[in-house]
């Protein structure tokens, strides 16, 4: 299991316009791009949705991810955020079949989370755009996001309206991407597109 660096993030929410003029008239450029596919557990009540609802100062998000430049390879990843700090473990899966997949994940959750039964909820996929990647910040544009409900077992695709823009630090955010944030007047996001998606599902509280 590795533990990642903790640091800040913030997300920000972009129309398709915003989208537009970042890229053609802001000064980000993209550095490189790749499809993202999570699939995230909850339990049986959505514990962890409503935690990170309720604003709880400590909440745990519980996943499977996989990247298309490696698709051969699962990282189960649990992200703890202590007030304004995430924290990220991670350990490396081999692509097994679905049961014995699901089995390791909940075995390496089993040690981290308060949880004895967690399932899986739904499993979003997005185009993600690299557009700065330094060693104290990252900037990241999510777009085309997509999600199949997987709690009622519908398996039926959904398109969530709009972009995410993540910036991600360790104390401060730069003042060149602070700028350029405000230059392109988008608001921030206080919801993960993990929220953002059930929410859409439901059109509003999960009942």
């Not at 972009?14 to 053609?24: G, M, R, V, Y």
């Not at 519908?154 to 360790?170: D, M, P, R, S, V």
């Not at 991407?177 to 919801?191: D, G, H, V, W």
Request: net charge positive; with cysteine; charged share 25%.
């Amino acid at each position: 299991m590795n533990i990642l660096t903790p640091r800040y993030e913030e997300k920000f929410s972009l129309t398709p316009e915003q989208l537009k003029f970042a890229l053609n008239y802001a000064r980000f450029k993209i550095l490189r791009s790749y499809q993202v596919t999570n699939e995230y557990y909850d339990t049986s009540d959505l514990s962890t949705y409503w935690s990170a609802y309720n604003g709880d100062y400590t909440r745990k998000k519980l996943r499977l991810r996989s990247y298309s430049t490696s698709q051969n390879i699962i990282y189960s990843e649990v992200k703890h955020k202590v007030g304004k700090v995430t924290y990220k473990s991670r350990t490396k899966l081999s692509p097994d079949i679905s049961n014995l997949k699901f089995h390791h994940h909940k075995k390496f959750l089993a040690h981290t989370l308060p949880f004895k039964d967690i399932f899986p909820v739904i499993k979003i996929q997005y185009n993600r755009l690299i557009l700065k990647d330094e060693p104290h910040e990252r900037i990241t544009l999510d777009s085309n996001i997509n999600y199949v409900f997987l709690r009622n077992g519908t398996h039926k695709k959904f398109f969530l309206t709009g972009n995410i823009l993540e910036a991600k630090f360790f104390k401060t955010m730069s003042t060149e991407t602070s700028f350029l944030l405000n230059f392109l007047n988008i608001k921030r996001t206080k919801s993960s597109k993990y929220a953002l998606c059930i929410e859409d599902f439901y059109q509003g509280e999960p009942v």
